[in-house]
Every structure is written in structure tokens, then in C-alpha cells.
């Protein structure tokens, strides 16, 4: 979404623009890639199995189920069928025979759920129980909320999103037991916040501030030139 201008949503980014981008990015890299499947682009548990099959085929090894609605009026699914869409997620998963993780989302924070961690933990476990193999609850920064998330939906992994410098280090977090670790869109935010001050200093000053300690380009000439040589060092 970032890349392109559109807000991060299923209104701006069709299913199938989406399925595109994914099956591009996995046939650009060598290492495994987790899709952010939105909400499953459908509302009923069989409209998600069949966008979740059309994902498994582009050749990903995870994919992510929120259970977001997308109305302001009535935000989260209710749980009853927030449970059958991650079941019905997890059974085209398993007809597709692929080896894909299931990562199922609960976005009671960012929806602003006036009891966020409870109403979490409660979604979390029953998506655990529905099948999914990763559990995930962006919002929380507080230690003491993390750890909470982390022993509910123990032996299952627990993924955390990180947005912003909360002082807390990668080592911080793995002692706290969480397993995995997203920064969503933060690097995409960085590289526009310095290009947006730096844009801001140079119209309303007239200051080339902004532009002090680059990466030369050298650097990032060398970068791309090592990346690509290892890509087709096997080719014929």
C-alpha cells in the first residue's frame, strides 16, 4: 500500500491486486513470505477458504486471517464467526496439502476495544483452538500486556507488531517470550518521515539539513550489485 499511495485497506487493495503483488514478491526472493491476507477478502467462512486457497497458490509459507469487519459501527466480527472464518482458513490450508502458517489476528487494539487485552486474550485462545498455528494482537507495548498474550496462547507463538521505539530491545522481547516479531509498515514510515522533514526544511528554509548523513551511493550501488550477483550466481 505504501508503495503505491493507497490507504491499508480491502477497499484500496483488491483481492486480486493483492494476490498479484504476492505472487510477484514470492517469486522475486529466496526466503520464505508471510502474506497479510487483510480479513480474508470475504465475509463468510467459505467466501475466506476459497481467497485463502487462491493465496496458498501463489507460493506462500504463511498468510495472516484479521477478524476486522471494516465498519466503524460494529468493528470486530463477532466471535462465533471470527472462529469459523480462522477454522475455515485452516481447512483450505490443510486441503491445499501446503506447508503454510496460519497466523490468526485479533485487532481489538487498533480497533480500540475498551477492554483490549481481555477481549484478546479470549480471541486469541479460541483462534488457537480453531487451528491457527501463530496467534497475533497488534497494538500492545507494555510488557506486562505482551507476557500476558505470550502465557495465554502457550505452547502456540505469539507475533508481535512494533511501530515505534517503545525502548524495548529484540532480546527484551524474546525474553518475554514472544516468538516472532513484525514492524509492518515502520521502515516504510521511517524512510518518509526523513523524506518528508527533509522536503519541509528545504521549501520552508531553503536548507539542504535534511539531506546530511546519507548512505552514499556507492553503498547502495554495492548492496544491489552483491544482491543480484547472488541471485544469479547458479544461473545458466
Same mark, same amino acid.
Given at each position: 500500500?505504501?508503495?503505491?499511495?493507497?490507504?491499508?485497506?480491502?477497499? #484500496?487493495?483488491?483481492?486480486?491486486?493483492? @494476490?498479484?503483488? /504476492? =505472487?510477484?514478491?514470492?517469486? #522475486?526472493?529466496?526466503?520464505?513470505?508471510?502474506?497479510?491476507?487483510?480479513?480474508?477478502?470475504?465475509?463468510?467462512?467459505?467466501?475466506?477458504?476459497?481467497?485463502?486457497?487462491?493465496?496458498?497458490?501463489?507460493?506462500?509459507?504463511?498468510?495472516?486471517?484479521?477478524?476486522?469487519?471494516?465498519?466503524?459501527?460494529?468493528?470486530?466480527?463477532?466471535?462465533?464467526?471470527?472462529?469459523?472464518?480462522?477454522?475455515?482458513?485452516?481447512?483450505?490450508?490443510?486441503?491445499?496439502?501446503?506447508?503454510?502458517?496460519?497466523?490468526?489476528?485479533?485487532?481489538?487494539?487498533?480497533?480500540?476495544?475498551?477492554?483490549?487485552?481481555?477481549?484478546?486474550?479470549?480471541?486469541?485462545?479460541?483462534?488457537?483452538?480453531?487451528?491457527?498455528?501463530? @496467534?497475533?494482537?497488534?497494538?500492545?507495548?507494555?510488557?506486562?500486556?505482551?507476557?500476558? @498474550?505470550?502465557? #495465554?496462547?502457550?505452547?502456540?507463538? /505469539?507475533?508481535?507488531?512494533?511501530?515505534?521505539?517503545?525502548?524495548?530491545?529484540?532480546?527484551?522481547? #524474546?525474553?518475554?517470550?514472544?516468538?516472532? /516479531?513484525?514492524?509492518?509498515?515502520?521502515? =516504510?514510515?521511517?524512510?518518509?518521515?526523513?523524506?518528508?522533514?527533509?522536503?519541509? @526544511?528545504?521549501?520552508?528554509?531553503?536548507?539542504?539539513?535534511?539531506?546530511?548523513?546519507?548512505?552514499? &551511493?556507492?553503498? /547502495?550501488?554495492?548492496?544491489?550489485?552483491?544482491? &543480484?550477483?547472488?541471485?544469479? =550466481?547458479?544461473?545458466?
Amino acid at each position: 500500500a505504501f508503495s503505491q499511495g493507497l490507504p491499508d485497506s480491502e477497499a #484500496a487493495l483488491s483481492r486480486d491486486r493483492n @494476490l498479484s503483488h /504476492i =505472487a510477484d514478491i514470492v517469486a #522475486a526472493v529466496d526466503v520464505p513470505v508471510n502474506a497479510d491476507f487483510a480479513s480474508g477478502y470475504g465475509r463468510t467462512p467459505q467466501e475466506v477458504a476459497d481467497n485463502v486457497t487462491r493465496c496458498v497458490a501463489t507460493g506462500v509459507a504463511g498468510l495472516s486471517i484479521e477478524d476486522a469487519t471494516g465498519d466503524s459501527s460494529s468493528p470486530l466480527y463477532e466471535l462465533p464467526l471470527a472462529v469459523e472464518r480462522v477454522r475455515a482458513a485452516r481447512q483450505a490450508i490443510d486441503q491445499s496439502r501446503a506447508d503454510v502458517l496460519l497466523t490468526a489476528r485479533a485487532e481489538c487494539y487498533l480497533v480500540g476495544h475498551p477492554d483490549a487485552l481481555r477481549e484478546s486474550v479470549r480471541r486469541l485462545q479460541a483462534y488457537a483452538e480453531a487451528g491457527a498455528d501463530v @496467534l497475533f494482537a497488534p497494538g500492545p507495548h507494555d510488557p506486562v500486556e505482551i507476557t500476558a @498474550l505470550v502465557k #495465554a496462547v502457550r505452547p502456540k507463538p /505469539i507475533n508481535l507488531l512494533v511501530v515505534r521505539d517503545s525502548g524495548l530491545t529484540v532480546a527484551d522481547l #524474546a525474553a518475554l517470550g514472544v516468538r516472532r /516479531i513484525s514492524v509492518g509498515g515502520a521502515l =516504510a514510515l521511517a524512510a518518509w518521515t526523513s523524506f518528508t522533514r527533509a522536503a519541509q @526544511l528545504l521549501k520552508s528554509e531553503g536548507s539542504f539539513a535534511g539531506l546530511a548523513s546519507l548512505v552514499p &551511493y556507492g553503498d /547502495i550501488n554495492g548492496f544491489f550489485t552483491t544482491d &543480484y550477483r547472488a541471485r544469479h =550466481a547458479d544461473a545458466p
